[in-house]
């Protein structure tokens, strides 16, 4: 099994108070791969429903961004593989 994989820069390597800051942060998990789930329903005098197919990620990664200076951080985006998170020096 592999391990996620992360990594985080800020755009500034020094900020003024109320200087906007954004975080970028790559991640990944190659162990978590997207699963297609076929359903047919059958009732009881055995019509069928025509097949339903879903493609759902099981155990997807989720990010949290936190800091102890009590900054709030807002997700701008999150495709999944890139998220972007900024805050207020």
Do not use: C, E, F, H
């Not at 997207?34 to 990664?61: C, R, Y």
Request: aromatic share 4%; glycine share 6%.
């Amino acid at each position: 099994m592999a391990a996620p994989t992360v990594s985080a820069s800020l755009n500034a390597a020094t900020y003024s108070p109320g200087d906007q800051m954004t975080l970028t942060v790559t991640y990944g998990d190659p162990d978590t791969r997207p699963l297609t789930v076929t359903v047919v329903v059958t009732d009881a005098q055995g019509n069928s429903s025509a097949p339903v197919k879903v493609t759902a990620v099981i155990d997807p990664l989720t990010l949290t961004v936190t800091d102890d200076s009590g900054r709030t951080w807002i997700r701008a985006s999150d495709n999944g593989s890139v998220a972007v998170y900024r805050a207020v020096a």
